[in-house]
């Protein structure tokens, strides 16, 4: 059975290098924990942020056009057994408010010292508001509290290894980049790039996304302080997002045609994809890399980690009956999907798919007194729906 391939919402997903950025971050080893508890307890690795390091994707392993079997095995959500989906399977509790946070995220997926506790308190949706301490601007999010605030009770008394943020990428509003893009694409007369619009737009509104970056990472700084671990007994690392999307060289759907949209899940013109791998993304990554320099913080620099399994790159492919989804075959980003998507699928772009969180080679955190390190990998009708969340 085939899926409906041109109707209703759209939306891209982007999936995140899961593993690699917290095990190239150097958690295993350095970074000595300022140790309240016990003198055997193993120090606890966080996160916080959005959906990026939620894990809000990581319900997919890939993509497919072909719904049965839980779209050739992608769905992670579905059970092969019952033929039922709940996709508490793969959020838990956390799916009940719209947090996302997967048993596949960065945090959960990474290889840390044995027995440490791992601890994901980053939120579906979340700007850095979501973050900052409540005396600080913060304000509850999706029924829950700051995330420093929960940052602060959570490790007061337990000895930490690192705190590893994600955040920018809703304060800048880079859905609305994707949904004007994606919308230049679909329309039915006069369709024209959305780069030469965008581009200056962008740039205009970086500025603002490294201050709320900056501002979440003080409090952070300051819920460590209170909850007894000083500047410099942890990691306090800032990363960025990779690319969901191949520069215009290297689509397999080529011509500009409508194939991207009802096979590939790509509605992209080529001037705009190559805008958003060459320069958007680095754009960001660079602004972010200042962020953390101004705060202290260590980068780790994943805006080339996806490259070569970005949606419709020409050296992936999609699941199906013959195909079954790997890590080294499909793409790391969730494509645009058709009809009318699920709760779990209108909320989970630029986020990590389980494919992406075993990438085979590692990515490396710099630090802040030096230059951002890159990541390597080897290897949006009605309104387009999409959500950096």
Same mark, same amino acid.
């Given at each position: ?20 950025? /917290? ?9 000595? #924990?300022?140790?309240?508890?016990? +003198?055997a ?9 959005? &959906?990026? *390091? ?27 057994a ?15 408010? +719209? ?5 596949s ?5 990474? @290889? ?8 994901? /308190?980053?939120?579906?949706g #979340? ?18 509290? &700051?995330?420093a ?14 705190? =590893? ?22 329309? !039915?007369?006069g369709?024209?790039?959305? +780069?030469?619009?965008?581009? $200056?737009a ?15 990472? #003080? ?17 306090? *690392? ?7 999307? !191949?520069?215009?060289?290297? =689509? ?14 790509? $509605?992209?013109?080529?001037?705009d ?20 320099? #101004? &705060?202290?913080?260590?980068? /780790? ?9 970005e ?34 699928? +209108?909320?989970?772009?630029?986020? @990590? ?5 075993s @990438? ?10 030096? $230059? $951002?390190?890159?990541?390597a990998v ?12």
């Amino acid at each position: 059975m085939r899926t409906s391939r041109a109707r209703g919402r759209r939306r891209l997903v982007v999936a995140a290098a899961a593993v690699a950025a /917290l095990c190239g971050a150097g958690l295993m080893q350095g970074g000595g #924990a300022h140790a309240q508890g016990t +003198a055997a307890e193993t120090p606890w690795v966080v996160s916080l942020g959005d &959906s990026f *390091i939620s894990g809000e994707a990581g319900r997919w392993s890939g993509n497919s056009n072909d719904s049965d079997g839980g779209y050739s095995g992608t769905d992670r959500a579905f059970d092969p057994a019952t033929g039922a989906t709940d996709e508490h399977r793969v959020y838990g509790a956390s799916y009940d408010n +719209a947090c996302n946070r997967s048993d596949s995220a960065e945090v959960n997926s990474a @290889p840390v010292p044995a027995g440490a506790r791992r601890l994901n /308190l980053a939120c579906s949706g #979340a700007t850095s508001t979501a973050i900052l301490l409540p005396g600080h601007g913060g304000s509850p999010f999706k029924s829950e509290p &700051s995330q420093a605030q929960q940052l602060q009770k959570a490790v007061t008394g337990h000895p930490v290894r690192a705190v =590893v943020v994600s955040i920018g990428g809703n304060d800048l509003g880079f859905e609305d980049v994707i949904v004007s893009c994606s919308k230049a694409f679909l329309s !039915p007369f006069g369709a024209t790039p959305c +780069a030469p619009t965008e581009g $200056p737009a962008v740039k205009e509104r970086l500025p603002k996304m490294r201050t709320a970056a900056v501002k979440a990472l #003080a409090d952070v700084t300051t819920a460590m302080d209170r909850a007894g671990h000083p500047a410099g007994s942890y990691r306090l *690392i800032l990363q960025s997002y990779p690319s969901p999307l !191949p520069d215009g060289a290297r =689509v397999r759907y080529p011509g500009e045609k409508y194939d991207r949209l009802t096979e590939g899940g790509c $509605p992209f013109f080529d001037k705009d994809l190559t805008w958003a791998h060459d320069q958007l993304v680095p754009e960001i990554s660079t602004t972010l890399a200042s962020a953390a320099r #101004a &705060s202290g913080a260590e980068f /780790l620099d994943l805006s080339r980690a996806f490259d070569g399994r970005e949606v419709c790159s020409t050296t992936t492919v999609q699941a199906g009956p013959d195909q079954r989804p790997s890590g080294r075959t499909s793409e790391w980003v969730r494509f645009v999907t058709t009809g009318v998507p699920d709760r779990d699928s +209108a909320r989970s772009p630029c986020t @990590p798919t389980t494919t992406a969180s075993s @990438p085979s080679a590692p990515a490396s955190a710099s630090s802040s007194t030096g $230059p $951002p390190a890159t990541t390597a990998v080897s290897t949006p009708p009605e309104k387009a729906r999409v959500r950096c969340a």
